[in-house]
């Protein structure tokens, strides 16, 4: 039988992991207290943090032995992540936890599949959690006090988390949709296009899109590495942009390597290459204030790449391709790659386009498998579309 998992540090935390526990199951869960402290509990949990903490590679003495706290808490956030990996029976999980109890249960909430309930209490809620949720589905709900006893402000909070976490449970199923599910990463000036894409599609796929805004990406490459994926049209690869020039959504350096990795069907297009994305304007580094910028809105504003950048990009994508040996094909436009980078629009540079695309084309080494194509199209034509459609279908069959 599947269970709510109710987890946090219990030599710090056990008179609120038992009122959380107790609420949960008043709200008609079954409820387990796991333990992840490294020092003697205060109550008596489920599964004690010995049970956990074997399961890290240097065994139960480094996460409870260890003289270093700073050690003791990342050993043991190893040994989580790689536990909550081993079940079956978690209904749902909900965490409480302060600095060290925080980074130690969402490890262990990151290895969890997408859609199985995730909440996190926290007294880092507020801040920035990108560290804690990376590109999982974590929910941050703030403790507003600190967890340092129960008092009116701390039950009310637990007993919320409780409630959202059982009603979470109840509703949560595994998807069993017959179609295989795509990727494909888009952004606001590609829409256009992948939007056609995904029309054309998705009566075959189940079509997954991704904001290309640096998690995005990460998240669309690690479902290809869980083999969720029965291929990728990676349209808008923009967040290399902001990788190679310190744009603020940017890729990791990893970016493609789930493709090479997996051998997965991939159709990419140099889409939004013609941009990094800074935030408001007084915050773009005083190096690129000379440069060419476009205000998409109060919070974003995007410089427009120059030619000596995009070769730079070109060199980056083309060198990545080159370790993919499944069916690759890269689709340039040589009409413009965003909305911007069209004729008579805010960022339209043929001669940064050209860098780019000869760049490309030259860099990667072409096989039977691995082809660039040239259309003189602008990437948001419709028959873009229909060329990254009929590019799909041809290597999905191979």
Known sequence: MKRIYVVGTADTKGEELAYLAASVEEAGGRAVIVDVGTRPPSIDPGIGAADVAGYGPDGVAEALASGDRGRAVAAMAGAFARYAASRSDIAGIVGIGGGGGTSIVTAGMRELPFGLPKIMVSTLASGDVAPYVGVSDIIMMPSITDMAGLNRISRVILANAASAIVAMSNRHHEENSSKPAIGLTMFGITTTCVTAIVDSLKSDYDCLVF?????????????????????????????????????????????????????????GAPGALDMVNFWAPETIPDKYRHRLFYNHNSNVTLMRTTAEECRSMGLWIGRKLNACEGPVRFLIPEKGVSALDIEGGAFWDPEADAALFDTLETTVVKTDLRRVERLPLHINDPDFSKAAVAAFQEIRSL
């Open 211 to 267: 904001h290309a805004t640096g998690t995005g990406g990460r998240t669309m490459e690690k479902l290809a590495d869980s083999r969720l994926l029965a291929g990728v049209l990676d349209i808008t690869t923009t967040e290399v942009c902001d990788l190679l020039f310190g744009g603020v959504l940017p890729a990791g350096q990893d970016r493609l390597d789930a493709i090479a990795r997996t051998g997965l069907p991939y159709v």
